[in-house]
């Protein structure tokens, strides 16, 4: 497993997943406006319907199906979040999080019907963001490297040790 390419995925598709909760909610929202009136009839009536009591059985398990997707999504991304935040409480990688976030994920931007946007940041400006100094010795992308890393780490254990 290349585990700094799977942490890699997770910033990747860090804004994915994000919209990706909306998307499942609007599904759910969808199932029980157009099936609720029709399944709670079909649930009292079942004698005689059977298959119009299958039907309701597939949209509850739709339902929680999706639910569980959901649960599992914002469960994903607020580890995410967490493990950013931890790697930048020590001392020389306060910047770390922000960075893997501006690298990877983006500018968050509400756009005039209120769906969040990503925009891709330059890399001067991720450079200004995290008060990165064009006299360090580290290059920024040695540093991008380095937290990529310690997410890793953080992410996945003691495992990604044996391929840094």
């Not at 963001?129 to 064009?134: D, F």
Request: glycine share 4%; proline share 2%.
């Amino acid at each position: 497993m290349n585990y700094l390419k799977e942490a890699e995925n997770y910033l990747l598709f860090y804004r994915h997943l994000k919209m990706s909760i909306e998307v499942l909610e609007n599904q759910i929202q969808e199932i029980i406006k157009k099936s609720y009136p029709g399944m709670k009839r079909m649930m009292l009536e079942s004698s005689g319907r059977v298959r119009k009591t299958h039907d309701a059985y597939n949209e509850v398990y739709t339902i929680q199906y999706l639910n569980t997707c959901k649960d599992e999504t914002i469960n994903s991304l607020e580890r995410i979040d967490e493990v950013l935040e931890f790697i930048s409480q020590d001392e020389d990688c306060q910047c770390y999080g922000k960075l893997l976030k501006c690298w990877y994920v983006g500018k968050e931007t509400k756009l005039s019907d209120n769906r969040i946007r990503y925009v891709k940041i330059p890399k001067e400006e991720i450079a200004e963001i995290i008060g990165y100094s064009k006299k360090s010795r580290e290059t920024i992308y040695e540093k991008k490297n380095e937290a990529l890393k310690r997410f890793a780490i953080t992410l996945f254990g003691v495992s990604p040790l044996e391929y840094l």
